[in-house]
């Protein structure tokens, strides 16, 4: 199994990832609500077994703790492809959600890189998830991940469901991305780590 589990303490945060790219348990609890369910997408829709545990300074606002859990998850990912021996590399999905569609185009690179186009007003979802924190998401993704990230709202009106179809289009980008098509590294220069 391609699984691996992070810890992160601070003085801000106290975040435990466990990830497998083969699948397995999900279970999430980050103290916000609508984090937790854009999360779930990830798992369900990447195939991917996930256990979040994360606890924050969710008094100030919701920054520290959905940047970190990015930062986790990454590590997580980063951790679980090893070399990247074998891997596709390369995945891409477009994602509905009622009215609203959104574009995640990924490439496990080793070379982190993050494009988001996403136009979300500025607003609080549920207990306290602030919007803004999507392109901080997927920043400290990408980062960590070393991967390089296109993501795109390509129409919506609905805020929610632009924001769970940029979830959903990541979660089936990356299922396509690490899934084993053979046993070499998929790059002329020979690594996809460095």
């Given at each position: 199994?391609?699984?691996a589990?992070?810890?992160?303490?601070?003085?801000?945060?106290?975040?435990?990832?466990?990830?497998?790219?083969?699948?397995?348990?999900?279970?999430?609890?980050?103290?916000?609500?609508?984090?937790?369910?854009?999360?779930?997408?990830?798992?369900?829709?990447?195939?991917?077994?996930?256990?979040?545990?994360?606890?924050?300074?969710?008094?100030?606002?919701s920054?520290?703790?959905?940047?970190?859990?990015?930062?986790?998850l990454?590590?997580?990912?980063?951790?679980?492809?090893?070399?990247?021996?074998?891997?596709?590399?390369?995945?891409?999905?477009?994602?509905?959600?009622?009215?609203?569609?959104?574009?995640?185009?990924?490439?496990?690179?080793?070379?982190?890189?993050?494009?988001?186009?996403?136009?979300?007003?500025?607003?609080?979802?549920?207990?306290?998830?602030?919007?803004?924190?999507?392109?901080?998401?997927?920043?400290?993704?990408?980062?960590?991940?070393?991967?390089?990230?296109?993501?795109?709202?390509?129409?919506g009106?609905?805020?929610?469901?632009?924001?769970?179809?940029?979830?959903?289009?990541?979660?089936?980008?990356?299922?396509?991305?690490?899934?084993?098509?053979?046993?070499e590294?998929a790059?002329?220069?020979?690594?996809?780590?460095?």
């Amino acid at each position: 199994m391609r699984k691996a589990t992070i810890q992160r303490r601070t003085n801000e945060t106290d975040i435990q990832v466990e990830f497998s790219l083969d699948g397995g348990v999900t279970a999430i609890s980050t103290g916000l609500g609508f984090f937790d369910h854009m999360l779930h997408q990830i798992a369900k829709h990447g195939g991917f077994g996930l256990t979040i545990e994360a606890k924050g300074d969710l008094k100030v606002d919701s920054h520290h703790l959905v940047e970190d859990v990015g930062l986790c998850l990454g590590d997580a990912l980063r951790e679980a492809l090893g070399d990247r021996r074998g891997i596709a590399r390369f995945g891409e999905a477009h994602v509905p959600l009622d009215e609203a569609l959104a574009r995640v185009v990924v490439d496990l690179s080793g070379r982190p890189h993050c494009v988001i186009n996403a136009d979300l007003p500025l607003m609080v979802l549920g207990d306290g998830f602030q919007t803004e924190m999507v392109r901080e998401f997927f920043i400290a993704f990408s980062t960590r991940g070393a991967l390089n990230l296109h993501a795109s709202v390509l129409y919506g009106s609905n805020v929610h469901h632009r924001i769970e179809a940029l979830f959903k289009a990541l979660a089936r980008a990356l299922r396509q991305a690490v899934r084993m098509v053979g046993d070499e590294i998929a790059s002329t220069k020979g690594t996809l780590t460095n």
